[in-house]
């Protein structure tokens, strides 16, 4: 289901991927935007390894995307209250995130999340960006 105002995890915000999507899922969420099957999970799974990544809690990330103010301003709170990684972390975690679940300890998670939503015999659906892409109708990255 396409979401208004939710970005795909591939986007980048200071060169950082995913950390937009959890901003706007933070932003949606105060508004009452955000569908209920994402409420579970806010604070959770990509989002805690995003801000374990920035040196933030997620909570306080919450309360600061809440008071307003633009992406570019939120990262950089991150950056000042956390950490700013080098560009070869950056490096890292945007290759780490991007290929989740393609050959690695998540792979059988992602092969059961392919059943759940019928598409099994999807080969193209490789990671779980792909599979967020795939269920927000976005076009699915083939190349990293």
């Excluded at 937009?20 to 579970?40: C, S, V």
């Excluded at 995307?65 to 490096?91: H, Y």
């Excluded at 059988?108 to 599979?131: C, M, N, P, V, Y």
């Amino acid at each position: 289901m396409k979401i208004p105002g939710l970005r795909s995890p591939h986007e980048k915000l200071g060169d950082i991927v995913y950390v937009g999507r959890m901003l706007d899922k933070i932003r949606l969420h105060a508004l009452g935007k955000l569908p209920e099957d994402y409420h579970k999970a806010l604070g959770g799974g990509f989002d805690a390894r995003c801000c374990a990544f920035l040196g933030v809690k997620y909570e306080d990330v919450a309360v600061r995307v809440k008071l307003g103010g633009e992406d570019a301003d939120m990262l950089e709170w991150c950056f000042t209250n956390g950490r700013k990684p080098s560009p070869e972390e950056i490096e890292v975690w945007n290759s780490y995130l991007r290929k989740r679940g393609w050959r690695d300890d998540a792979s059988q998670r992602l092969a059961e999340r392919k059943k759940e939503f019928g598409i099994s015999d999807r080969d193209d659906i490789q990671t779980f960006f792909d599979i967020l892409d795939l269920d927000e109708g976005n076009e699915i990255r083939t190349q990293w």
